[in-house]
């Protein structure tokens, strides 16, 4: 799966109407709510605020009083295609007083949120484990040799009698970290996602 981590917006006129696409980085449906009611004060004379979100399973999407499968469905359709994850998909319209038919008005909102997703810098998205290990200074270059190798991060390095040092990598590499450093101490304490090119 993919995400962005900063806002995208392009606009495209089709007709004198104006579609402005959105793509934010969400975490939590209940954040929802509060985007689309800074979109609406941002543009306030919008006459729509369509919308599809995809949020570890949940999805919804919405044609805000357009004809009905014309906005919402398309924009979600985009978002599974591109197995997107953590987003919210915003098309705005300002009608310029011209319809634009069912099938005009679908390829435009399709259109829009295609152009914006374009647009976006797209991370893939990681569940990784979080190993707390502690090991002496002399096994340190090692580990951070290791990690390099296998492109995993280190954090919240604690420069004590000893070094504590957290690992993000794979469930699996916890294996290897056990036979690499036999005389360690270590434990898993949680996960996290990261995001990565």
């Known amino acids: 799966m993919v995400t962005i981590l900063e806002r995208r917006e392009i606009t495209?006129?089709?007709?004198?109407?104006?579609?402005?696409?959105?793509?934010?980085?969400?975490?939590?449906?209940?954040?929802?709510?509060t985007y689309l009611s800074e979109i609406k004060k941002q543009y306030p004379k919008a006459k729509h605020y369509c919308y599809a979100y995809s949020i570890h399973g949940q999805k919804k999407c919405s044609d805000d009083g357009e004809p009905a499968k014309t906005a919402g469905r398309p924009l979600m359709n985009l978002l599974e295609k591109k197995e997107m994850d953590e987003v919210l998909l915003v098309v705005v319209r300002y009608f310029g007083?011209?319809?634009l038919g069912a099938s005009r008005l679908m390829s435009t909102y399709l259109e829009t949120g295609v152009q914006v997703v374009e647009s976006a810098d797209l991370l893939n998205i990681h569940q990784v484990y979080v190993y707390r290990l502690e090991l002496s200074y002399s096994q340190f270059?090692?580990?951070?040799h290791l990690a390099k190798m296998n492109s995993f991060s280190?954090?919240?390095v604690a420069y004590e009698d000893t070094i504590k040092v957290d690992v993000l990598?794979?469930?699996?590499?916890g294996e290897e970290l056990v036979n690499q450093f036999p005389h360690a101490h270590l434990e898993v304490v949680g996960t996290k996602t990261i995001y990565q090119r």
């Open 12 to 33: 495209l006129i089709r007709d004198r109407s104006s579609f402005i696409g959105i793509l934010l980085h969400v975490k939590d449906v209940s954040e929802v709510k």
């Open 141 to 144: 270059d090692e580990l951070k």
């Open 169 to 173: 990598a794979p469930e699996e590499f």
């Open 154 to 156: 280190l954090e919240n």
């Open 97 to 99: 007083g011209v319809l």
